[in-house]
């Protein structure tokens, strides 16, 4: 059984940083094989695509709102990525999920973590 762990939430003021973690479990999986993605989802409001990163770790994407602020990684001998924020914002404030993805570009994960709660205060 797969599972994606997110870790790394909690409560921070605005301009602050939080570096999220996904930590992939599984008899024999192992993310290296699977494109990464991180969402989120503001209360009241759809989940929406924030970054995805390729097997490799050669290619990424940031949605627009995030560009220049968030950073996702990788490490797959630790089966784990990562999604550094800074210059975090009130609107950024969601649950973060994490996602694995048989293909780049495709943001139609596989697999899904639980979510860790973003709190940015003003």
Do not use: H
Not at 90 to 101: G, L, Q, R
């Amino acid at each position: 059984q797969v599972q994606l762990v997110e870790s790394g939430g909690g409560l921070v003021q605005a301009g602050g940083s939080l570096r999220l973690s996904c930590s992939a479990s599984g008899r024999t999986f192992s993310i290296s094989t699977y494109a990464m993605e991180w969402f989120r989802q503001a209360p009241g409001k759809e989940r929406v695509f924030v970054a995805a990163i390729n097997s490799n770790a050669r290619s990424t994407n940031y949605a627009d709102s995030v560009k220049g602020r968030f950073t996702i990684s990788r490490d797959n001998a630790k089966n784990t990525v990562y999604l550094q924020m800074l210059s975090l914002k009130p609107e950024d404030t969601a649950v973060y999920y994490c996602a694995a993805s048989v293909n780049f570009d495709d943001y139609n994960p596989r697999y899904w973590g639980q979510g860790t709660q973003v709190t940015v205060s003003s």
